[in-house]
């Protein structure tokens, strides 16, 4: 019954998240997942408390950045595009100059600032990459993930349903990933890990449910958030 909501549930998530998205230009397209690629490496660091090498990540990204702005029109048509691109430049200079102070805080906070101003930018344009899937299951994950923190009662009947709610969310949007993924990173042995991986951590839930074994389920939520973490570190 359970594996039956999941599997009913994955259907109706994944009809409701189809949705057609917008083109970038090859040159802008480099511009943003470079940045996002160094950032996430920056912000890796950070998290760990290792100002040096965030301030090293930082500066490769300023300089990747320049690199691929270099490719760009001086001043692009789009007026709110080369506002918001201004506003990354000048964030990540600023958590730069924070890191180089030893603000692990303040450079972690501008650093996630950078990224807004671009963001907001492709969802007023309708442009979705693929390190927006990985947050969608970060999200999903998120929902799943309390029942780690808070351990639930599977003798109560009325739990099985929102945990299969949840875990249909993870499955959807691990599947929809999947999908989206490159061709070249579809058959990556690490993304392959990662993504099958994490599917068969949650397709696991429901037997654990289903013969009450609350420490099974503790240990599939702990796997499940490393398999999460990971995704968003390589590519998120």
Do not use: K
């Amino acid at each position: 019954m359970i594996a039956r909501w999941i599997a009913l549930a994955v259907l109706q998530v994944g009809l409701a998240v189809a949705a057609n998205a917008a083109e970038l230009a090859p040159e802008l397209r480099a511009l943003i997942e470079g940045f996002q690629a160094h950032r996430r490496t920056a912000d890796a660091y950070l998290r760990t408390q290792n100002i040096e090498l965030a301030a090293i990540e930082i500066e490769r990204l300023r300089e990747r950045w320049a690199a691929d702005r270099a490719r760009l029109p001086a001043l692009p048509a789009d007026a709110a595009l080369a506002e918001a691109l201004a506003e990354t430049e000048t964030a990540v200079a600023r958590s730069l100059a924070a890191a180089d102070a030893g603000d692990v805080a303040r450079a972690r906070d501008l650093l996630e600032r950078a990224a807004v101003p671009l963001d907001a930018w492709r969802r007023s344009n309708g442009v979705r990459l693929f390190s927006d899937c990985i947050g969608e299951v970060s999200q999903a994950h998120a929902a799943l993930d309390r029942f780690r923190e808070n351990p639930p009662d599977l003798s109560d009947p009325g739990t099985a349903a929102p945990i299969a709610a949840a875990t249909a969310a993870v499955l959807s949007a691990l599947s929809r990933c999947d999908r989206e993924a490159a061709p070249a990173l579809r058959q990556e042995g690490e993304f392959r890990r990662l993504i099958d991986g994490m599917s068969e951590s949650v397709r696991q839930i429901p037997q654990a449910i289903a013969a009450r074994d609350h420490a099974r389920l503790h240990r599939l939520l702990i796997e499940q958030r490393s398999f999460e973490r990971l995704l968003v570190f390589r590519y998120g």
